[in-house]
């Protein structure tokens, strides 16, 4: 293990805070390090491995098609590309598919798509919200409400405005003869967990219609089941114009899509924008068998049967803790906003076997793989408990206020 993690003292770029073990081995919602100590995984991949770790179909069709074909350009055809495509629209709105690599890069696909649509009339400005995170791009760093990620980086750039996430009347003052869309996540994962309310979206949503402009949602932390539908803009009753995916749509492979609207998708073409990596047989084929198990394995209804289980459990704690201020969340997607600093009980959290993240200075995120067991829900909660009990608290005793 030190030998490990000199080898990135030396070799690899700090730009990262790496705790914990040296991890070998991982199977559904568990890991094991280099002493083959058992770790409870309650945030898989950055919520990336929607199905665990490992999934043994998912593992069979990384190995069958690494056989066939890994790799081609995107100026030849191959099946698999144009059959996720065929599935992801069939399963969401109206549209056409842009494949990438990662959520940024699909961002700022998405922001490309919006300057084109806003050409001809001189419009570029993109309306975006406090606390939000859509990547470390130059473009989609421009666009994040979140000034500590990007202070080190300006001048960025200036053609975003922000407005404050589930305020009408704040949204409506930012938009200018300039405002070409707004760009939103419906759940700011990043930002603290923050739900956006059902009459804010439709608000927004009707007003985008009304003038004009892009309703873009950032789905890469959201899409594929996160949260009970296998898109968070089910949840609402509404339809993005431009909708961006990543994360769980590879069920841990890299592999991101941008979303545009049928009726608008004809305003760019060949040579306009490209992916070297995106969308390759391997990580389509991936993604296609990772719809499949969704729908086969009644993964969504687990969500939503967990789901209840688990805000239920959570509001006990609220009740009992008083270091808890809110819980906040839709599916498996959970934030526990506390009065003190998340990091400590994190890092507590971590020695008992329990992973877990810590977002936003003062919260506790919470996102398993949708296939989790409720016996192994209950284990992580149990940990969870006994820490923030104080049974455990060693190194947690003195919490540090939230300033």
């Not at 070409?180 to 009459?199: F, H, K, S, Y």
């Not at 839709?330 to 329990?354: C, D, R, W, Y």
């Amino acid at each position: 293990m030190e030998n490990t993690k000199k080898l990135f003292d030396k070799y690899v770029l700090n730009t990262y805070t790496r705790v914990g073990p040296v991890f070998v081995k991982g199977k559904g919602s568990w890991l094991w390090d280099e002493a083959g100590t058992k770790y409870l995984d309650l945030f898989p991949g950055w919520g990336v491995s929607i199905l665990g770790h490992c999934h043994p179909r998912i593992t069979k069709v990384i190995s069958q098609q690494a056989g066939k074909l890994i790799h081609l350009p995107n100026n030849l055809y191959f099946k698999e590309q144009a059959q996720l495509a065929e599935e992801i629209v069939n399963s969401s709105f109206s549209s056409k598919v842009f494949f990438a690599n990662s959520g940024a890069e699909a961002v700022e696909g998405a922001l490309k798509f919006s300057r084109l649509y806003g050409r001809s009339n001189g419009r570029y400005e993109v309306i975006v919200m406090k606390n939000s995170f859509h990547g470390r791009t130059f473009g989609a760093l421009s666009a994040t409400g979140q000034g500590k990620y990007k202070v080190p980086f300006k001048p960025l750039l200036a053609s975003f405005k922000e407005a404050r996430f589930n305020d009408f009347s704040n949204f409506k003052k930012k938009v200018t003869s300039k405002t070409v869309g707004v760009m939103l996540e419906l759940i700011q994962g990043e930002g603290g967990v923050n739900v956006a309310q059902q009459e804010y979206i439709k608000e927004v949503k009707l007003y985008c219609e009304k003038r004009d402009l892009l309703f873009i949602v950032d789905e890469v932390q959201t899409g594929m089941g996160r949260t009970g539908k296998l898109f968070c803009y089910q949840n609402y009753g509404i339809k993005p114009d431009i909708m961006v995916l990543s994360k769980g749509l590879g069920a841990g492979v890299p592999i991101s899509a941008i979303l545009v609207a049928k009726e608008i998708s004809d305003i760019i073409g060949p040579g306009m924008h490209a992916s070297t990596f995106g969308g390759s047989p391997l990580v389509t084929r991936v993604s296609l068998e990772a719809f499949k198990i969704i729908k086969e394995d009644k993964i969504l209804s687990n969500v939503r049967e967990l789901s209840i289980y688990l805000l239920r459990r959570l509001g006990d704690f609220n009740r009992k803790f008083k270091i808890i201020k809110e819980i906040r969340g839709i599916g498996l997607m959970v934030g526990i906003e506390l009065k003190v600093k998340s990091a400590p009980i994190f890092a507590q959290a971590l020695k008992q076997g329990l992973i877990i993240n810590s977002t936003h200075e003062n919260v506790l995120r919470i996102m398993p793989a949708l296939n989790i067991k409720k016996s192994e829900l209950d284990k992580g909660l149990n940990i969870l408990e006994e820490i923030l009990t104080g049974n455990r608290l060693q190194g947690v005793k003195d919490m540090i206020p939230v300033t």
